[in-house]
């Protein structure tokens, strides 16, 4: 199987287990790895026979900002299935990085499969 995927796609959102967290917006970056078979894809030209990685986004960015988990782990999970549900993909890798969100580390955060790979 093949991948589309999307790197470091950063969202404002509510997000965290604090109080002072639940009162701002921070930044969260997303990865995807989504498995879907390109062939046909690449043999027409034609964007409707891919996989969109710019409606992925799109539909991404509005899920992410609507939102307000305390946990990344939520967050992700909620991409997931969006992206499996809505776009038809059988297998998603989804990473929801913090940065910044531990003093002395760059980065943290979840990452997750869902789905067959096939
Ligand atoms: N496994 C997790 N651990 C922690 C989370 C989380 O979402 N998943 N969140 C926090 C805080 O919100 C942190 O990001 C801010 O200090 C701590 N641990």
């Keep these: 199987m093949d991948i589309v995927y999307l790197r470091d796609l950063r969202i404002e959102t509510v997000i965290g287990i604090f109080d002072w967290e639940r009162r701002i917006r921070q930044v969260v970056s997303v990865d995807l790895d989504m498995a879907a078979d390109v062939a046909r894809a690449a043999a ?40 499996r549900e809505e776009f038809g993909v059988p297998w998603v890798r989804v990473s929801v990085h913090k940065p910044g969100a531990i003093r002395g580390a760059r980065d943290v955060g979840v990452m997750i499969e869902r789905g067959v790979r096939g």
């Design 44 to 83: 027409s030209d034609d964007i409707a026979d891919a996989l969109d990685y710019k409606a992925v986004a799109k539909r991404i960015i509005a899920f992410v900002e609507g939102s307000s988990f305390r946990l990344v782990e939520s967050l992700a999970e909620g991409i997931a299935r969006i992206v």
